[in-house]
């Protein structure tokens, strides 16, 4: 294990102003995404899709690392350059997901566990081969009001985030650990904080336990946010508020960087939200992004897969890179949505 190396490209990731844009969907999932736009998810419209994303001039400015899939990383631009090429040569770290997606937990009904740890070793060090410098693993906890998540589903998760994690950096390969509490349910916020400190104790006791090496992985957890089918949703700054104190709570300021996921939230809440804790002042690590859907939805609602509409596509995914690049700051309003 290569510290310095980890380190450094960690830190690259959530230098000034940068976050990661998460376009690693699985193939089941940009289905999905692409069905929305009336899109058919050949082969040759996701890698389309994702060169045009890849491409956006300007976008290193603010975005640090992309993540993307298997599939993806094999695949190059329309002239042959291989995506992590292009990726790496405009100083954007290319990085994959290695998880193979959450799955029900056995004995355990309604709580899910990630799986892929299986042959995980020798796939990181061909993705590594392959041009990739970091890699990504979800683990997915939901909450209802019938006892889940369970304890026991907490730990299988956490236990295999930080088996992945120490994997990773044996190669030297930068973890994201991403330990995501779903937004789904009807609690309300002081719920969610609950579940949020539980798992985010128990993810660092557990890469505590597996000799991980914080100054060399990502953190990227959900929001402190009500359920979307709570009456009663937080305010910006409720939900600033609450996030902040979980994770100074549970976060070791060891951790370079903290990347929130987008969750399901709009475009403009998920940017409201991270500007609104880094307004409140200095925390012992970067707070950034690592959205998937509160970047990419209105690239997708721009480009419709119509060829024609590639500049617009590209011009939308620009201004929410440099909108949530002015967020890492503390310095966007609101009313910048609506300016040119
Ligand atoms: P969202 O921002 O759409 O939640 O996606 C982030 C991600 O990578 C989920 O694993």
New binding site residues.
Partial sequence: MNIDELKSVANAIVAKQKGVL?A?ESNPTIKKRLAAVNVESTEENRRRYREILFTTDGIERYVGGV?VFDETLRQSTRDGVPFAKLLAGRGIVPGIKVDKGAKPLALFPGNKVTEGLDGLRDRLAEYRQLGAQFA?W?AVIDINEHGIPSPYAIHANVHALARYAALCQEVDLVPIV?P?VLMDGAHDIARCEEVTSWVLEAVFNELDAHRVVLEGMLLKPNMVIAGKKSPRQASVHEVAEATLRCLRRYVPAAVPGIVF????QSAEDATDHLNAMNAIGPQPWQLSF?????LQAPVLTAWQGQESHAAAAQQALLKRCRLNGLARDGKYARAMETAA
Avoid: M, Q, V, W
């Fill in positions: 998460a690693d993540i990504k979800r991403e995501e996921l987008s969750g399901g690592s959205y998937g859907r509160a």
